[in-house]
């Protein structure tokens, strides 16, 4: 073999690495990302803390694999997002959690969960009409 052709072989080696490296911290990730599915969930969790304790009840969507963590009770000290949040507000109508300001998205203990089930759709989609908040009927 030459010198020509080792260089070359070297550049093509270093040319493949070089891909793969881009390719593995780039694309990769997105691509997880992007597959993670997630489940309707209703929700009730109960934090305690140190002068009182606190009862929510959500309608939202986490990680299906947190989802059957939780129900092979295989939860430790371990945190989940609850995403698209809906509740029910003080007129008993169900509402959308939004703010300006952040997400509507909210973590919490694993441990902190007293009661979850899992659902098929958007609550939305469930209740009637004269059953939603006026934010919640416009989505």
Known sequence: MNTSNIYCFLWLVIM???AYL???HFLVPSILVDNE???WVYVEITVEQKRDTSDYYYYGQI???LFEEIQNERIENKYFELSNIRFWNDDDLLELLENDDRFDNKIFRMNDISYLTAYKKDPILIYDEEELAENTQSN
């Open 22 to 24: 881009l390719y593995d």
């Open 16 to 18: 493949y690495l070089i």
């Open 37 to 39: 599915k997630k489940v």
């Open 63 to 65: 990680l299906e694999n």
